[in-house]
């Protein structure tokens, strides 16, 4: 039993590195959803069900393996008169090593915050490569809401989806099961109805009424100059505005990054974007 122990332990801890691997880098959750991104056929979901269960698999076994190995292990908290001490050399180094990290972590030190700089990174490219949602979770939406929210015709939205081999009975089946039944992404979906638009003579903005309430997925990727030129808000105000609010922007850097620098997220700033888009329209 206590081999069996060891190497069930063994095996979980290295799967658990290869979906920890796969998890570090598959695309935000709304990306690989609206994408349908899958790797070795497995979909984010599947990847993370299996992580969650060898994790568990892993502590069973670790736990064993402690019950197993209780007497040597409890030699490690002895002192050189072989008495019971907790803080030993030993103990006091590992849990140094593991308070680095986890405070390093914290505050986003270096090199730990390479790590997760890296992670976002990798995720943000993925996002560029698959494409986003127009909105969070889109694909959970029924025809009927999506429709609506994207200002398409309904009908026209369900003749072009029977026209291309996505048969909908109607407006009330969603998204992702309607990609399930045809084994598609929803991106797909929405790309053979995109073209089925409500025509609407286009009511010329100013600044204040550019900007949504609030911000699509993927605002934090954009430049400041992107998100300017997309609300039509005049980038120069914009940069003399957010100098006012002590914010250090410049037209070629992200939300993302312009929010880090200043330490706080990015929806706060496209908030303050948001409102001094408002005051000055």
């Not at 570090?24 to 959750?29: D, K, L």
């Not at 990798?122 to 694909?139: F, L, N, T, V």
């Not at 003579?201 to 100059?225: F, Q, R, V, Y």
């Amino acid at each position: 039993m206590r081999k069996i122990t060891s190497l069930t332990a063994g095996l979980a801890f290295v799967l658990m590195v290869l979906t920890s691997v796969i998890l570090y880098i598959v695309p935000q959750g709304r990306v690989a959803y609206w994408a349908d991104w899958r790797l070795w056929g497995l979909s984010k979901t599947e990847w993370g069900n299996i992580h969650i269960n060898l994790g568990l698999l892993f502590l069973i076994a670790l736990m064993l393996h402690i019950y197993y190995n209780w007497k040597p292990m409890m030699s490690y908290l002895k002192n050189r008169a072989r008495k019971m001490k907790v803080f030993t050399a030993d103990f006091n180094m590992a849990l140094a090593v593991t308070l680095v990290f986890a405070l390093g972590t914290y505050f986003l030190m270096p090199p730990f915050s390479w790590v997760i700089t890296l992670g976002d990174r990798i995720k943000d490219h993925g996002a560029e490569r698959y494409g986003e949602p127009p909105y969070g979770h889109a694909e959970l939406s029924s025809l009927k809401t999506f429709t609506r929210k994207m200002e398409l015709d309904l009908e026209e939205s369900l003749r072009r989806l029977n026209k291309s081999g996505f048969t909908a009975e109607n407006g009330d089946v969603t998204l992702a099961d309607l990609a399930r039944r045809y084994n598609v992404p929803p991106q797909q979906l929405y790309q053979a109805i995109k073209g089925a638009a409500v025509i609407k003579e286009k009511a010329s903005i100013g600044m204040a009424g550019a900007i949504p309430d609030s911000a699509p997925p993927g605002t934090g990727n954009l430049t400041l100059a992107d998100l300017c030129a997309s609300y039509n808000l005049n980038i120069k105000l914009m940069l003399r505005e957010l100098k006012k609010r002590q914010i250090n922007a410049s037209e070629e850097l992200t939300l993302r990054k312009i929010a880090t620098q200043k330490g706080i997220s990015p929806s706060d700033l496209y908030e303050i974007i948001k409102e001094v888009a408002k005051q000055k329209g």
